[in-house]
T-cell receptor
Framework: DAKTTQPPSMDCAEGRAANLPCNHS???????VYWYRQIHSQGPQYIIH???NNETNEMASLIITEDRKSSTLILPHATLRDTAVYYC????????????????FGKGTKLSVIP | DSGVTQTPKHLITATGQRVTLRCSPR?????VYWYQQSLDQGLQFLIQ???????AKGNILERFSAQQFPDLHSELNLSSLELGDSALYFC?????????????????FGPGTRLTVL
């Protein structure tokens, strides 16, 4: 799977949009971009994923650049409960052999939402 | 709540001992994954089972083993425990192993078991 690069930390004011960037310049055409977050020591929580089109759900929006080399996770109105480590993960779509579905976590971005 | 349950929440044991961690996947999910999160290594994939069969192995030590039962719950067995095995152990589940090429097969994580080896 392609590697990802994320800033180690970011701050965001409560109520403002949080924009978390991720670089995945070596992504392949059949690889999805996934976002998870981990609040304190809880289990990672699935947020959203996408292939090439922008995606939106009740939690967030995912903007993927046209060349797919980077993406941005947007939390439209950050609250204190959004303080967490956010992981951007690139993973192959479909089954391409043993281990193809495992998630490879990097260090993520620690987002601090400030009151 | 992801629908994945793990027991126990906390486990404290001594070096050299053996423990069993249990995971129940979301209803309808056939795949179970185990991950370890330690302070120095981050979140690492250990092993995956699909419908009772081992499907993939990651950085799992030989002292560790897992299985998935006919009712699809899974157990992770850790033996000859060392201080360095202290970590959070997470289980995740997904619908399937994704033999459909278009399937993204999202994984949903449980709350984890915190293992402390003294």
């Amino acid at each position: 799977d392609a590697k990802t690069t994320q800033p180690p930390s970011m701050d965001c004011a409560e109520g403002r949009a949080a924009n978390l960037p991720c670089n995945h310049s070596t992504i392949s055409g059949n690889e999805y971009v996934y976002w998870y977050r981990q609040i304190h020591s809880q289990g990672p929580q699935y947020i959203i994923h996408g292939l090439k089109n922008n995606e939106t759900n009740e939690m967030a929006s995912l903007i993927i650049t046209e060349d797919r080399k980077s993406s941005t996770l947007i939390l439209p109105h950050a609250t204190l409960r959004d303080t967490a480590v956010y992981y951007c993960i690139v993973r192959v779509a479909g089954y391409s052999g043993a281990g193809s579905y495992q998630l490879t976590f990097g260090k993520g971005t620690k987002l601090s939402v400030i009151p | 709540d992801s629908g994945v349950t793990q027991t126990p929440k906390h486990l404290i044991t001594a070096t050299g001992q053996r423990v069993t961690l249990r995971c129940s996947p979301r209803s309808g999910d056939l795949s179970v994954y185990w991950y370890q999160q330690s302070l120095d290594q981050g979140l690492q994939f250990l092993i995956q089972y699909y419908n009772g069969e081992e499907r993939a192995k990651g950085n799992i030590l030989e002292r560790f083993s897992a299985q998935q039962f006919p009712d699809l719950h899974s157990e992770l067995n850790l033996s000859s425990l060392e201080l360095g095995d202290s970590a959070l152990y997470f289980c995740a589940s997904s619908v399937g192993s994704g033999v459909n090429p278009s399937s993204t097969d999202t994984q949903y994580f449980g709350p984890g078991t915190r293992l402390t080896v003294l």
